[in-house]
């Protein structure tokens, strides 16, 4: 099946620095979404994206979708301490509108 | 805005017990997808309906069924419960008539088979 493979799994950063993630396949997909997760909660739709080459804001969030739609990176400007949670990237391909998601990127920010 | 709404939120049974998960999703949303995830892991897919009707098949058991209702609402039918079926289960909506496929996710509800 499908895989997605996330980078970097966790990260540990000083509030105020600049944070990056990506996420690569062997596969294309059609769709990249990016979500926050919290611990026990539903994750929560950051950004979505749907053409190759997009490069798509959400605040200080920054999202694009690589030209080859293998690919896809996030990433978060100037942290925060709400920052912290896990995100996921996840893609949908051509065999259905279900997602394949990454293993996650786990943010710790410190005040 | 009105979101996913599942329930229970919390619900814990006992080896070869049944449960049913219910999801509702956000309102003229005409499609629903099922997700597992186990701790420290990232959501799987395991079915989904469109128009009331199974659209993808993912790693769901044979153990587990689904279906959708004529209020797009859904339940998550699963019987002969394992240990290894604890995990949290998140509902997912979307709107496939208006090629809308971002999936918003409910809260999850967490299942502990003892």
């Known amino acids: 099946g499908q895989q997605l493979n996330q980078s970097p799994q966790s990260m540990f950063i000083q509030e105020g620095e600049d944070v990056s993630m990506n996420c690569t396949s062997s596969?294309?997909?059609?769709?990249w979404l990016w979500y926050k997760q919290d611990p026990g909660e539903g994750p929560v739709l950051l950004i979505a994206l749907y053409k190759a080459g997009e490069l798509t804001s959400n605040g200080r969030l920054t999202a694009q979708f690589g030209i080859t739609r293998k690919d896809s990176f996030l990433n978060i400007s100037a942290s925060i301490p709400s920052d912290v949670g896990i995100y996921f990237c996840a893609g949908q391909g051509s065999a259905g509108n279900m997602l394949t998601f990454g293993g996650g990127t786990r943010l710790m920010v410190k005040p | 805005a009105a979101g996913v709404i599942q329930s229970p939120r919390h619900l814990i049974k006992e080896k070869r017990e049944t449960a049913t998960l219910k999801c509702y999703p956000i309102p003229r949303h005409d499609t629903v997808y099922w997700y597992q995830q186990g701790p420290g892991q990232d959501p799987q897919f395991l079915i989904s309906f469109y128009e009331k009707m199974q659209s993808d098949k993912g790693s769901i058991p044979d153990r587990f069924s689904a279906q959708q209702f004529s209020d797009y609402h859904s339940e998550l039918n699963m019987s002969s419960l394992e240990l290894g079926d604890s995990a949290l289960y998140f509902c997912?909506?979307?709107?496939?008539?208006?090629?809308?496929?971002?999936?918003?996710f409910g809260p999850g509800t967490r299942l502990t088979v003892t």
């Open positions: 997912a909506s979307s709107r496939r008539s208006r090629a809308i496929y971002e999936q918003y």
């Open positions: 596969s294309i997909f059609n769709t």
